[in-house]
């Protein structure tokens, strides 16, 4: 199959979860397939090459023009683009509802079928946001098969959409070859107040001899973070694009986040052993399993963090058995297994049209 993936970004021309899922997924669907990515141009990035066996178109947004319509110049370049696209690809896979519409237009005018990757927070936009919401709408109901990551979003979906095709397919990733053997508190993520950064400092703030906190990633709440962090054993990183150095030296994971689809810095700490005490959002609770590999609080409760963090802390006995449960628990997110459930769900989509 030739197949089109459309992101806003790829890693490493940005850091961040859906950045790098595109990355690793295109990578491996080029093993067997003819991929191309259409994605935004970054400064100090090529507008074309080819990675890792994938081609990557990047195309200027609204940012390098003088009118700024963001919408309109993306909506543009992706249709002017496909025409000249030969041969024209089986499916298009886009990993953001933004993309919705003008998948929805291409489907009309070339007849490609096409599959949208919802995310957690692109779901809630769809849902409750007024006229962002009808364009993301617009995208579902002319979309072939939805890619959701929990069974979570899948109820949600259904309940307004009765009538789609779903596949509930999690995210997946590359495994590592080491795991950690540090000791330090890690979270990884942009830092915007929806990933609830604030909470784990609060939560560390009254743990005598607290271990250091790392908090990797950069955003528009780092100042009032680190002003919160004052005189705490917390080191902030900034945007890290070698993110294995973070989790090799962690040995607790922490998601704070008050909504979320499925994280990829939490699966990927994981795969390095990590035990993992997060929030109850979006399909968190389909991966970490309760007393097992971590422990879940409810989302803003600094009180419950501290509580777990402690119990971790004290047990070394309970760390090592989560590690090896994370380890074992892992393996069902690997390439090799997710990779065939979305080659399965494009083949079923290309046969129905």
């Not at 962002?132 to 002319?142: E, P, S």
């Not at 001899?209 to 709440?221: F, L, R, W, Y």
């Not at 008050?258 to 795969?271: H, T």
């Not at 399993?289 to 802390?313: Q, S």
Request: contains cysteine; glycine residues 8%; proline residues 5%.
């Amino acid at each position: 199959m030739k197949i089109l993936i459309l992101t806003n970004y790829i890693y490493p021309d940005e850091f961040g979860g859906i950045e790098k899922l595109a990355a690793e997924l295109s990578t491996e669907l080029a093993r067997d397939h003819e991929v191309v990515v259409y994605t935004s141009y970054v400064e100090g990035h090529p507008q074309r090459e080819t990675r890792d066996g994938v081609l990557v178109k990047r195309f200027k947004s609204a940012d390098n023009y003088r009118l700024k319509v963001p919408f309109a110049i993306r909506t543009v370049n992706i249709l002017r683009e496909l025409k000249r696209e030969s041969p024209k690809p089986d499916v298009i896979l886009s990993m953001s509802l933004q993309y919705g519409f003008v998948c929805h237009l291409a489907g009309k005018v070339f007849g490609i079928p096409f599959m949208l990757y919802i995310l957690g927070s692109d779901w809630y936009i769809a849902r409750d946001k007024r006229f962002q919401g009808r364009l993301y709408r617009f995208g579902i109901r002319g979309c072939g098969t939805l890619i959701t990551q929990s069974h979570v979003i899948e109820q949600d979906i259904l309940k307004r959409f009765p009538e789609a095709t779903i596949e509930v397919i999690p995210n997946g990733l590359t495994l590592p070859e080491k795991r950690s053997k540090g000791d330090k508190i890690v979270c990884l993520g942009r830092l915007v107040e929806v990933k609830g950064v604030r909470y784990l400092i609060e939560a560390v703030k009254d743990i005598p001899d607290c271990p250091e906190v790392i908090i990797a990633g950069a955003g528009p709440e780092e100042e009032t973070l680190k002003e919160m962090a004052a005189g705490l054993n917390i080191r902030f990183t900034g945007r890290v694009l070698n993110i294995e150095n973070v989790f090799m030296e962690g040995g607790i994971f922490i998601l704070p986040s008050l909504s979320e689809g499925l994280p990829q810095a939490m699966l990927e700490a994981m795969s390095y052993g990590l035990p993992v005490i997060a929030t109850t959002v979006g399909g968190v609770p389909d991966v970490v399993e309760h007393g097992r590999t971590g422990f879940l609080v409810e989302p803003g409760n600094a009180g419950e963090i501290r509580k777990y963090l402690e119990r971790l802390l004290s047990d070394e006995v309970m760390r090592k058995t989560m590690s090896e449960n994370c380890l074992t628990e892992i393996q069902n997110y690997a390439w090799p297994v997710l990779l065939k459930r979305m080659e399965g769900a494009m083949e079923r989509l290309v046969t129905r049209k």
